[in-house]
Each structure stands twice: as C-alpha cells, then as structure tokens.
C-alpha cells in the first residue's frame, strides 16, 4: 500500500462552518474522478457554494488541493471510507472525487499540486484495492459534457497516466 497523505482535516479548515445536512452514505470506490473547481477563494469558497448556496448537504468533493500541494479532506465520512461524493452526477456511489482549487482551463497546475494529486490517487485507491492508471483515474469531462478539469490540466494529467502505464 502507498504511503499515507498528509491531509488536512475538515475541523481546520471549516472554522465554524455548517455541519453536513445528513450523515455521510458509503458506496465504494472502483475510480477516482478528477476535477477542478474553476473558482477563486479557496476550500471555505467552494464549500459555500455547495452547501449553502446550491442546498447540497456538504461539500460534494471527497478531497481538495491547492496550488501548493496541501490536500484538504473535503466531504464528511472518512478520508479512508468510500464516502459517496456529489461531484460526477450518475458516478458518486463508485468513485471518489478530488478536485484542484483553481481554474486550469488555460495554466496549468504546479508541480507541487500535481505531484500531491498523484501521491493522493496512489494512496486513495490502494486503500481500496486498485492502483492510480488510465483505467482508475477519470476527468469529469470523460463522464460528462464538460470542460472540467481545464484544458491544460486534463492535458498535463494525461500526460503523467502515460508516463505511469
């Protein structure tokens, strides 16, 4: 198994935000699905966004990085549990999602974000059996018409599941 990922829990970053509407569902986890947020103001933003203006019941990433590699545990449940997410309508109950904090339309990610994102796949799905490849690892446009993760991420993402198939 990978080694563990540092993580940031929700408890530092939430400072006082709602609790999650209804306790965590489990589903399980045969991919991970990646996004990015497209937005400005960080984890605390995004959770907003999600819970309080969209009316989900709590974030609907599993797991978040910024720009410097810092992973963020994202919905409520368990970072090392299959947490149905709310981030790949039709896809929730059997993946897990994590998303980069930004918008990579046109720049791409750091190295340092990209580099955790690989650590994060590599430990997250070990946890449950699989190793992080072009068959494990989906961007949310392959799952729906969308441009997320960004064209210069889902190209610089591609490029690493090459490097590793």
């Known amino acids: 198994m990978s080694d563990a990922v540092e993580i940031v829990p929700r408890s530092a ?57 810092r992973v963020y545990e994202g919905r409520a449940g368990g970072v090392e549990r299959a947490v149905v997410g709310a981030h790949a309508l039709g896809w929730n109950r059997r993946t897990t999602g994590i998303a980069l904090l930004g918008d990579y339309s046109a720049k791409p990610a750091a190295p340092a974000a990209l580099d955790a994102v690989f650590a994060l796949l590599d430990w997250k799905l070990a946890l449950h059996g699989l190793t992080a490849g072009a068959e494990t690892v989906r961007l949310h446009g392959d799952l729906a018409a969308t441009a997320c993760p960004g064209a210069a991420l889902r190209d610089q993402i591609r490029t690493r599941l090459r490097e590793r198939d």
């Open 13 to 69: 970053w939430l400072a006082g935000g709602p609790a999650p509407r209804r306790p965590a569902a489990y589903g399980r986890v045969e991919c991970a699905v990646l996004h990015h947020t497209a937005m400005a103001g960080g984890i605390a933003a995004v959770h907003a966004l999600h819970q309080i203006e969209r009316g989900w019941d709590d974030i609907g990433y599993n797991l978040l990085v910024d720009g410097a590699g």
